[in-house]
Antibody
Framework: EVQLVESGGGLVQPGRSLKLSCAAS????????MAWVRQAPKKGLEWVAT????????YYPDSVKGRFTISRDNAKSSLYLQMNSLKSEDTATYYC??????????????WGQGVMVTVSS | DIQMTQSPASLSASLGETVTIECRAS??????LAWYQQKPGKSPQLLIY???SLHTGVPSRFSGSGSGTQYSLKINSLQSEDVASYFC?????????FGGGTKLELK
């Protein structure tokens, strides 16, 4: 059974940093592109970052480019999201998601339970 | 970026009814479309991919159709467990983008 379990969320002040983690199990982690998708309270879904199988390629929307960094440790079957210079508009539930196929974009076939990040002074 | 527009934003239906949710893309996405279900307080779950392929374990009362810029999700014989928000997502073009969602409630 595919499982994705996020951790590391919490309350953080604007301008500070936070690092999210996602522990994967039930599949060969190193064979899949992985992503982070967020959802602001009562809002829709927004793709945040994608990383290739080896970690050599990463992709971001303009809204987080230069502030967020996605990374992975295939030996630990773990995905990470380093978030710097956080803004109030980054407040959201962050989901770790498995991308179905390799490539810059595809659908997300499994999702974690999500972790809440609140950016507020 | 490709814009995805869902309609309606909210929907109220009775048990056993057939429900249809629409999703329109700002340009042709060549069936690169997925549908997700998100139950209250839960994470999104994949229902449909490639516009009309059912994901593993999804009940057959769910179906997807469409082409070009117009797509739809149909739920036959609505069940109480189908109360949720539904989102479409295009993945034909980078970056992947989502529709605004449709909240389905029981009448």
């Amino acid at each position: 059974e595919v499982q994705l379990v996020e951790s590391g969320g919490g309350l953080v002040q604007p301008g500070r940093s936070l690092k999210l983690s996602c522990a994967a199990s039930g599949f060969t982690f190193s064979n899949y592109y992985m992503a982070w998708v967020r959802q602001a309270p009562k809002k829709g879904l927004e793709w945040v970052a994608t990383i290739s199988t080896s970690g050599s390629r990463t992709y971001y929307p303009d809204s987080v480019k230069g502030r967020f960094t996605i990374s992975r440790d295939n030996a630990k079957s773990s995905l990470y999201l380093q978030m710097n210079s956080l803004k109030s508009e980054d407040t959201a539930t962050y989901y770790c998601a498995r991308q179905n196929n390799i490539g810059t974009t595809d659908y997300f076939d499994y999702w974690g339970q999500g972790v809440m990040v609140t950016v507020s002074s | 970026d490709i814009q995805m527009t869902q309609s309606p934003a909210s929907l109220s239906a009775s048990l056993g009814e057939t429900v249809t949710i629409e999703c329109r893309a700002s340009e042709d996405i060549y069936n690169g479309l997925a549908w997700y279900q998100q139950k209250p307080g839960k994470s999104p779950q994949l229902l449909i991919y490639n516009a009309n392929s059912l994901h593993t374990g999804v009940p057959s009362r769910f179906s997807g159709s469409g082409s070009g810029t117009q797509y739809s999700l149909k739920i036959n014989s609505l069940q109480s467990e189908d109360v949720a928000s539904y989102f479409c997502q295009q993945y034909y073009n980078y970056p992947p983008t989502f529709g605004g969602g449709t909240k389905l409630e029981l009448k």
